[in-house]
């Protein structure tokens, strides 16, 4: 099992960026997905997540109005576009694949698997 993000890079406040997470060794339009960050000194905390067939999407307060999630299942890719954004989103982002999607915060109960991460800095 593989999940590799990536689109993470530097970009000053305002800008935007899109995070891409591909997919492997499992089926993945059985899983619903999620994306989470870790700021330095902070706990990991969820940020949007999407469920099996791209239909739904749930996102953490601090990012509602800026960030959308989306997946294509042919091509076994989960994306995070990024708009709007501030030095507060500066994290590593993590995609994550779970059979335990809610519709109540945090949204994702369990992960089943973890993606390595993908460094987001934005500049003031």
């Known amino acids: 099992v593989q999940l590799q993000a990536s689109g993470g890079g530097l970009v000053q406040a305002g800008g935007s960026l899109r995070l891409s997470c591909i997919a492997s060794?499992?089926?993945?339009?059985?899983?619903?997905m999620g994306w989470f960050r870790q700021a330095p000194g902070k706990e990991r905390e969820i940020v949007a997540a999407?469920?099996?067939?791209?239909?739904?999407?749930y996102y953490a307060d601090s990012v509602k109005g800026r960030f959308t999630c989306s997946r294509d299942n042919a091509k076994n890719t989960v994306y995070l576009q990024m708009n709007s954004l501030i030095p507060e989103d500066t994290a590593v982002y993590y995609c994550?694949?779970?059979?335990?999607?809610?519709?109540?915060?945090?949204?994702?109960?369990?992960?089943?698997?973890w993606g390595k991460g993908t460094l987001v800095t934005v500049s003031s």
């Open positions: 994550a694949a779970t059979n335990f999607l809610s519709r109540i915060y945090p949204y994702i109960r369990r992960v089943d698997y």
């Open positions: 060794g499992f089926t993945f339009s059985n899983y619903a």
């Open positions: 999407i469920n099996r067939n791209g239909d739904n999407t």
